[in-house]
Structure formats: C-alpha cells, structure tokens
C-alpha cells in the first residue's frame, strides 16, 4: 500500500512530516534544571546527570505518545541551547568568549542575550558522530507509531553565529573551502546517522527566517558577510550539498523561526524576501514555519512551494501559555491553503517550548494543552 493509500485508509500519514507534528524541544522539568545545577557546582558528577537526563526524556517520549503525536524527540534535554552543544563538536571548532549580544523582544520590552561564541581555529571536519548516542536513546524508547526525530543546527548556523569574523583567515584565507569542509562534516554527519535508523532529521535554521529582516542583514553585512541580499542562497546551496547522499528512506526537513529565548524574537518579517529560493530550491522534504502571529507575514509566499513538499504551520505559539482558538486554527489553515494545496499542509507549534535551558513562559500543563489541540485540530482537518 502506498503512503498515499495508506494516508487514504487510516487519515495518517506514515512517514514525515506528520499531519500533527512539533519542533522538537520540551520543557525542561524542575528536577533537570536542578541536576544541572548541581553538576555544574561540582555536586553530581555526570553519570549522575545523564541518569536523570535518562528519566526525563522517558517522561518526554511517553508525553508526547499519550497527547497523540508521532514524532518523538528527546525535548532537547541533554543541551543547554538547541544549537551550540551541536556545533561544539565538530572538528575545528572552538568555544570563543562571548562578545556577541542578541537582543530579544517582547510585549514587555527586551531581553538581552549573549549567546555562546565560536571560532573556526582549524579545518573542520567529523571527529565522529554527533549526537548519536542521544538518537539511539530515544528510538530505544519509541513505541510502534511514534517515529524517532532528530533535530540539529543547520551548517549555516556555523557561518550566522559569526560571520567572518569567527573564521580564522590563516585556516580559510578564502570562504568557499569553509563552505566545502562544513557542508561534507554535514553529509558524513547524515550518512552516519542514516546507519542507526535515522528516518527523520531536521535542520534548524533561524538564518533564512532572520534574512527577511533588514536589519539583520546589516548585521550580518557588520560581521564581514559580503553580498548579504543573496547570502540566503549561499545558505540554500550549502543545506543541499550537506544533503546530497542521504539516505533515501530519511525525510528531512527544515525549521525556521526569529528567535525563541524565553518567550522572545529577535527578527520579524514575512518570508518574501527569501521564499522564492528558499521554497523553490531547498531540498528538503518539509518546511516547519512560524506562523504564530503578525510578525511572520502572511501566506502570500507558500505559493512558491512546489507540489512534492510540505508545509508544517506552526500556527500555535509556544510563547505565552493561552490556549488558542480551534476554530481560528481552522481558519488560518484554510486561509493558507489558498497558496498550497491542503494535502501538503501540517500543524505545529511555532517553535520549540525551550530552545534554550531556560524555556519559555507557560507551564508543562499549557505545554500539553497546546499539543493536544494541535492533535485534535489536526484529526478534524484531516481525517
């Protein structure tokens, strides 16, 4: 029976992304956020840790199969951020003191942020698999109809995080062997997980949501990035290269936001400015894409999606506990449908509910309540 079929017959899709899907990261619960605490004070050791990372993320994986949801992730409990404890790891690359700071906003004002840094001190490469170990954990885990996802940084984070500035020039006096070392470290990353089963990765990108702003781009213009107007299409030709010799029974796909630190954006925009290259060309299977409120823009875009791919409305925002309306879900999924056919759409969060270690302002029970609902909207959408 083909997925077609099958979708047809029982009103779910068997392979992703999923009909009713999320982005990946979970509220960290309290006694987590007490164990790091306590190993970072030299109080546990990291046996000790992992041993309640272990306990949470069973919690987290049997969560997400009671609301209903097919995916099945780790929450992201074994990171502090969702991109950094990634990027740290691949050959080459080294933590820089941090001079870098993001400024968040919010309906109460700002937030400041400085993220970890980065440097490029040497030819980067894969010293080994990333993450597998936490893969293999949560597959061990998944029940039969829930599918194991991985999510990790797009190889354009690397560049995003800091420009040129991060890239020693006596290691790439010339950018183009950055790109070529980055991309392959990427393919050999995805080929390695494809041998442990992996059947659903998914790249996060903020980058090719924060280009549509014009002020993210002089920054980036400000970090020594050179033609920053076409800098996402570099971005979109690295994705594709990172890709190319992936498993063909991995889906992959993509998400991007502007900006999710503890119930705050950095960026806004809609994606004109990049949809026509990142919709047209990105060769990836789905598109997870925030869609919470008036900062994204409207659906206008999707018309640039082509007929093979999905799109996950993240319509359901994970920054503020208060539940949405089903009925106004409905709605925005048949505003956008007038763009790109329905049978391409899914539903899901805007974002994660902790990009960060810190998570967002709701609760673990508005947590579920909002998982729920994207369940259920789904089931009536679809079927």
Not at 25 to 32: G, M, Q, T, V
Not at 213 to 238: C, F, I
Request: hydrophobic content about 40%; proline content about 4%.
């Amino acid at each position: 029976m083909s997925e077609v079929q099958t979708e047809a017959a029982t009103g779910r899709r068997t392979t992703p992304p999923f009909r009713a899907d999320h982005v990946g990261s979970l509220l960290r619960p309290p006694e987590l956020l007490q164990a790091r605490e306590r190993f970072a004070a030299g109080l546990i050791d990291a046996d000790a840790l992992r041993s309640v990372e272990d306990d949470a993320i069973r919690d987290a994986v049997a969560l997400q199969r009671e609301v209903g949801l097919q995916t099945a992730t780790d929450g992201e409990f074994r990171r502090a951020t969702w991109h950094m404890d990634f990027i740290y790891q691949l050959g080459g690359i080294d933590k820089a003191p941090g001079d870098l700071k993001v400024q968040f906003r919010n309906e109460q004002g700002t937030v400041e942020w400085t993220p970890a840094a980065l440097h490029v001190t040497e030819k980067i490469h894969l010293a080994e698999p990333i993450f597998a170990d936490a893969f293999e954990f949560v597959q061990g885990l998944a029940e039969d109809g829930q599918t194991p996802k991985l999510t990790i940084p797009s190889p354009n984070m690397v560049h995003y995080r800091g420009g040129r500035a991060a890239v020693d020039e006596r290691v790439y006096p010339e950018m183009g062997e950055f790109w070529a070392d980055l991309c392959d470290a990427y393919a050999d990353e995805i080929r390695a997980l494809g041998s442990l089963g992996c059947t659903y990765l998914q790249f996060d990108d903020t980058s090719l949501a924060y280009l549509n702003d014009p002020r993210q781009r002089e920054q980036m213009a400000s970090r020594g990035a050179t033609d920053v107007e076409h800098l996402h299409e570099q971005y979109v030709r690295n994705i594709n290269r990172a890709l190319e010799g992936r498993p063909s029974e991995m889906a992959v796909t993509t998400h991007l936001c502007r900006g999710n630190f503890r119930s705050s954006w950095a960026a806004e925009g809609g994606y004109d400015f990049v949809a026509e290259a990142l919709f047209g060309g990105l060769g990836v299977d789905g598109f997870f894409l925030e869609y919470d409120d008036a900062r994204s823009g409207g659906f206008e875009p999707l018309r640039f999606v082509p007929k093979d791919k999905y799109v996950v409305l993240g319509l359901v925002t994970t920054k503020r506990g208060e539940l949405e309306s089903k009925d106004l879900l409905k709605r925005r999924i048949e505003e956008a449908s007038r763009y790109v056919p329905i049978e391409q759409l899914c539903l899901s969060p805007q974002c994660g509910f902790s990009s960060t270690v810190e998570g967002n302002a709701l609760t673990r029970e508005e947590q579920i309540a909002k998982l729920e609902l994207i369940v259920e909207t789904a089931a009536d959408v679809w079927g």
